[in-house]
């Protein structure tokens, strides 16, 4: 059964480092998203992107975020300078159509900024 | 802005027992609504999508309702299993113009099914 696959599975980094989170979304999956779960918090949406371009963004998706789809199967998250509250599961969804299709999860990244 | 709540948010029952799990979203206009299993540490397991226009859908032991209008779901389980012990988190698909499909979780209800 094809699914979300995400790497790595935890990451470590020291505060101000840049991390790259990486996905392979669900192959004839068009639109692609990251969430983050905080521990013991609800999980919360950062960014979708469809058709190469960020189409929708919360608040917590500031300037030290940023994705991108490099090549025809990853997409990726960046954080340009970590921060202590950065620290989260982050998960990364696909769907094949937008609004009315089933999401899929991969098993997330456990990032932890010391 | 949209709210989910999931009452209660921790439930421990013997194995066996039928069970319900409460959702409810402050604002009835959306696109669908989705249950989620959590295992501990671990991602996101899909469990049923029910669409603004359904009233219910089954997979197994499981069965989903929705109440669009009063803003509610429930997830039923039946002849609950200890292997059934997990989060169960509900979330919607806001319906308002400019959305492209992100989701809206609940804290989600902890699970136990005791042997």
């Known amino acids: 059964e094809p699914e979300v696959t995400q790497t790595p599975s935890h990451q470590v980094t020291q505060m101000g480092q840049e991390v790259i989170l990486r996905c392979v979304p669900i192959s004839n999956h068009l639109y692609f998203y990251w969430y983050r779960q905080i521990l013991g918090q609800k999980v919360e949406f950062l960014v979708s992107f469809y058709n190469n371009e960020i189409s929708e963004k919360s608040e917590i998706f500031d300037d030290q975020f940023s994705v991108e789809r490099p090549d025809g199967s990853n997409f990726t998250l960046k954080i340009r300078s970590t921060k202590l509250e950065d620290s989260a599961m982050y998960f990364c969804?696909?769907?094949?159509?937008?609004?009315?299709?089933?999401?899929?999860f991969g098993q997330g990244t456990r990032l932890t900024v010391v | 802005k949209q709210e989910v709540t999931q009452i209660p948010a921790a439930l421990s029952v013997p194995e066996g027992e039928n069970l319900v799990l409460n959702c409810s979203f402050t604002?009835?206009?959306?696109?669908?609504l989705q249950w989620f299993r959590q295992d501990p540490g671990k991602g996101l397991t899909s469990l049923l999508l029910i669409q603004s226009s359904q009233r219910e859908q089954t997979s197994g032991r499981l069965n989903a309702s929705l109440d669009k209008s009063s803003g509610r779901s429930t997830l039923y389980i039946a002849a609950s299993q200890p292997g059934d012990s997990a989060t169960y988190l509900c979330a919607v698909r806001p319906n308002y113009g400019g959305s492209q499909g992100n989701l809206i979780f609940g804290k989600g209800t902890k699970l136990s099914v005791k042997p």
């Open positions: 604002d009835s206009a959306i696109y669908n």
């Open positions: 969804a696909s769907t094949r159509g937008s609004r009315v299709t089933e999401a899929f």
